[in-house]
Nanobody, 119 residues
């Protein structure tokens, strides 16, 4: 199993930047693909970005391409989401999630961190 805790959320003006961090417990972190998801008020949770277990492959939802960057440090059991050029529509609770390599479902989730972008 792996336990996840996000940090780095907060209030920022439109056009600003934030860096989210996700700390993972356990010795097998490098066996998990990792993802970031978000849920805005009144909306369903949506995929934001993902990174492979080695960090060699990433993917993004179209609305954040060119603005967000996902990365990981397997030596530190950390995953990051660098968010630049933030927009009010990026306001949401952001969740870190872990997926066992070879499966299609994210089994482990953090409690989330709030990101609020003011206009």
């Amino acid at each position: 199993q792996v336990q996840l805790v996000e940090s780095g959320g907060g209030l920022v003006q439109a056009g600003g930047s934030l860096r989210l961090s996700c700390a993972a417990s356990g010795r097998t972190f490098s066996r998990y693909a990792m993802g970031w998801f978000r849920q805005a008020p009144g909306k369903e949770r949506e995929f934001v970005a993902a990174i492979s277990s080695s960090g060699g492959s990433t993917s993004y939802t179209d609305s954040v391409k060119g603005r967000f960057t996902i990365s990981r440090d397997n030596a530190k059991n950390m995953v990051y989401l660098q968010m630049n050029s933030l927009k009010p529509e990026d306001t949401a609770v952001y969740f870190c999630a872990a997926r066992i390599v070879g499966t299609n479902q994210y089994h482990y989730w953090g409690p989330g961190t709030q990101v609020t972008v003011s206009s």
